[in-house]
């Protein structure tokens, strides 16, 4: 009988159509709760770099850890969009990991004619190579390492704030919009076959749930309601938690570009109307509530340690926080063949 354990990193970023970012994650790499993982997996959003294999970080950092690029997929091929959606995964050199599946499914906007017109530009630009591309969806990865499934999936899902039909600013913030893409991408990856109960999938990007002008947060309303998907998925669909003293940060979209609460740590009361409009006030939109949009969500029946998880703020171009996390995987045990 033995019994895998793996560690796996996980770096998030909405890039804000930026075409070059480097980022310093020294820290992250060196943490003693964080070091050497087997994994490092990036997962982009608004992505407007070059479709190369290259990661987000100076690679002397994956050189000097003796890391190798395994797998790199995108929204838009190998080309390059200025909101694309990529995801890249890292092993150890000598990891034994295996490449099983790629892909991705994009979401069209809503079904009215400039909706079409849009996702129908967006097909021919990503076709051509040409612009935007596709700029909502998801992108997969799944791999093997041992006995051990795993399934990454980038998540882009979409605002839509102001739906052609209904009232001129809609409370919710589009969340019904956001809720039927998010399930149809979930459907679509059942479909595909990518998950059964010895696969775990791990989630991550930018969500764009919101909390409501009440600050209640939308994404574990939603999970709570429909019981984590487990119907469907046949497992609880949960957010990979927090350890205690960790930082969550909140964003919101700013009608000032330099204004300077484009992030902010989560105040230790949470949420409340007073707070909410207060940052209202100061980010010049009384029409959006602060939240927190990146997320990682987690489905698995392994014992799972988070033994970090932290919301930064690293990219002054961009109105969203980075998101990075280290788990340690311990599969059930596994008996071997006689």
């Known amino acids: 009988m033995r019994i895998l ?15 070059k970012a480097v980022f310093d994650l020294s820290e992250f790499f060196e943490n003693k709760s964080t070091k050497t993982p087997d994994l490092y997996v990036e997962f982009s959003q608004e992505d407007g770099r070059k479709v190369n294999g290259k990661s987000l970080i100076e690679p002397a950092i994956l050189s000097k850890y003796n890391y ?6 995108s929204l838009n091929g190998k080309t390059q969009a200025s909101q694309n959606i990529v995801s890249t995964v890292f092993s150890k050199l000598g990891l034994g990991a295996t490449v099983l599946n790629t892909g991705k499914i994009t979401i069209a906007p809503q079904p009215d004619q400039l909706g079409h017109l849009k996702y129908f530009g967006s097909a021919v630009a990503s076709t051509l190579h040409l612009g935007k591309g596709y700029t909502k969806g998801l992108v997969y990865i799944k ?21 052609k039909n209904g009232p001129p600013h809609d409370p919710t913030l589009g969340f019904e919009y956001r809720r039927t893409s998010f399930e149809y991408l979930l459907s679509e990856i059942i479909k595909l076959k990518l998950i059964d109960s010895t696969t ?21 309303v939603l999970l709570e309601a ?6 469907k998925l046949g497992r609880t669909l949960r957010e990979l938690e927090f350890p205690e003293g960790s930082k969550k940060r909140i964003t919101c979209k700013f009608r000032n ?5 484009r992030t902010r740590n989560m105040p230790p009361q949470g949420f409340n109307r ?14 959006r509530t602060p939240s927190r949009c990146d997320r990682f969500l987690i489905l698995s029946d392994t014992e799972i340690k988070v033994a970090y998880h932290q919301s930064e ?26």
């Open 68 to 73: 190798d690029l395994l797998a790199q997929e």
């Open 143 to 163: 791999i093997k390492i041992g006995k051990t499934y795993l399934l990454f999936l980038n998540m882009h899902l979409p605002v839509m704030t102001a739906p």
């Open 274 to 287: 007073k707070f909410i409009r207060k940052t209202q006030k100061e980010c010049g939109d009384d029409l």
């Open 200 to 220: 775990t999938v791990l989630i991550g990007g930018d969500l764009n749930f919101r909390q409501d002008a009440a600050g209640l947060d939308q994404l574990n």
């Open 5 to 19: 354990e793996m560690r796996i990193s996980l770096f998030s970023q909405n890039l804000g159509e930026a075409k």
């Open 226 to 231: 429909k019981k984590g998907y487990k119907t």
């Open 313 to 338: 703020y690293v990219q002054r171009e961009s109105d969203h926080n980075a998101i990075l996390a280290t788990i340690d995987i311990k599969e059930r045990p596994i008996r071997d063949k006689a």
């Open 257 to 261: 570009p330099l204004s300077r609460c």
